[in-house]
């Protein structure tokens, strides 16, 4: 059973910056995907970032493209998602994923979900 915990998330002004977390207990990032998704308030859940772990090939959403990097850490079995220049409209709760692969692209390719995180940018 895999189980996927994220952190990091708060209240940050505009401009700010946050390192958000997802620990995988029991979970091999062996030819794998993670990938960030965002949800807001009366909107569906949207894909900000998604790393390929096998081939090391990240895309980003064209709305945080340059402002978000994903990145994982095999040593601590954790994801993480540097969110800066924060703009209010990036508020939400963020999710971390995991999914096999090869195919990244889409929240349908993802099996394992974390309990989100709050981010509210003011």
């Known amino acids: 059973h895999v189980q996927l915990v994220e952190s990091g998330g708060g209240s940050v002004q505009a401009g700010g910056s946050l390192t958000l977390s997802c620990a995988a207990g029991?979970?091999?990032?062996?030819?794998?995907?993670m990938g960030w998704f965002r949800q807001r308030p009366g909107k569906d859940r949207e894909g900000l970032a998604v790393l390929w772990i096998g081939g090391a090939t990240t895309t980003y959403a064209d709305s945080v493209k340059g402002r978000f990097t994903i990145s994982t850490d095999p040593t601590k079995n954790t994801a993480y998602l540097e969110v800066r220049s924060l703009r209010p409209d990036d508020s939400g709760v963020y999710y971390c994923?995991?999914?096999?692969?090869?195919?990244?692209?889409?929240?349908?390719?993802?099996?394992?979900w974390g309990q989100g995180t709050q981010v509210t940018v003011s």
């Open positions: 029991r979970y091999t990032y062996k030819r794998n995907c």
């Open positions: 994923a995991a999914g096999p692969g090869p195919i990244c692209l889409g929240p349908d390719r993802y099996n394992y």
